[in-house]
């Protein structure tokens, strides 16, 4: 079955810098469909970084550009999020996501459990 781990949240300055690790298996990988997003308490889920298209960019949401890098190992089946000048305001729990599905919650199908990121 398809599983999304990710790793690498914890608790920083305001900014440092965090590395957000998101293996991916029982999936068929692609570099299409794979996304970041972020849910703060008591806000709504939103994309912080995604590729929508084959060979398309990324997208970034306008609050972490500059700041933030969505990368991907094929290889090795990992989405990364380098996330850079860390922000109080970057306080959320982080999702890697894969599989785009208009119909579903968020866009995409498959959803990891989350790590969570706090700056203080």
């Known amino acids: 079955h398809v599983q999304l781990v990710e790793s690498g949240g914890g608790s920083v300055q305001a900014g440092e810098s965090l590395r957000l690790s998101c293996v991916v298996s029982?999936?068929?990988?692609?570099?299409?469909?794979m996304g970041w997003f972020r849910q703060a308490v008591g806000q709504e889920r939103e994309a912080v970084a995604a590729?929508?298209?084959?060979?398309?960019?990324?997208f970034y949401a306008d609050s972490v550009k500059g700041r933030f890098s969505f990368s991907q190992d094929n290889a090795q089946k990992t989405l990364y999020l380098q996330m850079d000048s860390l922000e109080p305001e970057d306080t959320a729990m982080y999702y890697c996501?894969?599989?785009?599905?208009?119909?579903?919650?968020?866009?995409?199908?498959?959803w990891g459990q989350g790590t969570q990121v706090t700056v203080s």
């Open positions: 590729v929508y298209r084959v060979g398309g960019s990324a």
């Open positions: 029982g999936y068929r990988y692609s570099t299409y469909c």
């Open positions: 996501a894969a599989e785009c599905a208009p119909d579903e919650a968020g866009g995409f199908r498959y």
